[in-house]
């Protein structure tokens, strides 16, 4: 079975600065993509960035980007800047084939001013 | 264009009860997906619907079951409710299924069995 590891269940960040969530998967996939959810305490799951394996190139949105490695099978998230409103819970998921998205547990991140 | 939207948001079931939620998906979105989240077990696929068919099924009993109608408006049932089954339950449409990447999520059901 397809397996999403997230090692910080909390993390912590000043505003304006630089925090990384970290990521682990494990998938006999040979082709498969990758997300980040952001989920704020009003519950709407929002689709943070994607990353598709077969691409060198790590994905990037704004302030968001990520650091893929594809034979460690990680998959870290990098917020630059960071802003009041990046409080959340971040889930990193796997596209799981017949499971669909398969879910880390998820790190909370809170944004101190 | 509107999002996913679910109703009820909010629902008290005693043990032993059934309960129906509902799912809408974006206009022009086939494919509606279901999973539910709880702070143990986090969020667990159930089940996906693609033109009124089951098309994929997470590993969850029975009593978990779903459907979805020609407009692509999805419901899913939970019978015999157990305390258990107290969660967050969350539906994604995308427009074909097959593009995983464009899953976008419902504000979600808060689900409370007594």
């Known amino acids: 079975a397809q397996t999403v590891t997230q090692s910080q269940p909390e993390m912590s960040v000043q505003e304006a600065e630089t925090v990384t969530l970290s990521c682990t998967y494990d998938?006999?996939?040979?082709?498969?993509?990758l997300f980040w959810y952001k989920q704020p305490p009003s519950r709407q799951m929002i689709l943070v960035i994607r990353?598709?394996?077969?691409?060198?190139q790590n994905a990037t949105e704004n302030r968001f980007s990520v650091n893929f490695q594809k034979a460690a099978k990680s998959f870290s998230l990098k917020i630059s800047d960071s802003q009041l409103g990046d409080a959340a819970m971040y889930f990193c998921a796997s596209e799981g084939g017949s499971e669909k998205l398969v879910f880390g547990k998820g790190t909370k991140l809170t944004v101190n001013p | 264009k509107a999002g996913v939207t679910q109703t009820p948001r909010y629902l008290i079931k005693t043990r032993g009860q059934q309960v129906t939620l509902s799912c809408s998906p974006i206009s022009g979105h086939r494919s509606v997906s279901w999973y539910q989240q709880t702070p143990g077990q986090g969020l667990q696929f159930l089940f996906e619907?693609?033109?009124?068919?089951?098309?994929n099924k997470g590993n969850f009993p029975g009593r978990f079951s779903g459907r979805q109608f020609s407009n692509s408006r999805s419901e899913m049932n939970v019978s015999t409710l157990e305390l258990g089954d107290s969660a967050l339950y969350l539906c994604?449409?995308?427009?074909?299924?097959?593009?995983?990447?464009?899953?976008?999520f419902g504000p979600g059901t808060r689900l409370t069995v007594t």
């Open positions: 990353q598709e394996a077969y691409k060198q």
């Open positions: 998938t006999s996939e040979s082709d498969y993509y």
């Open positions: 619907y693609f033109s009124e068919t089951q098309r």
């Open positions: 994604a449409s995308s427009s074909s299924g097959l593009e995983t990447y464009e899953q976008y």
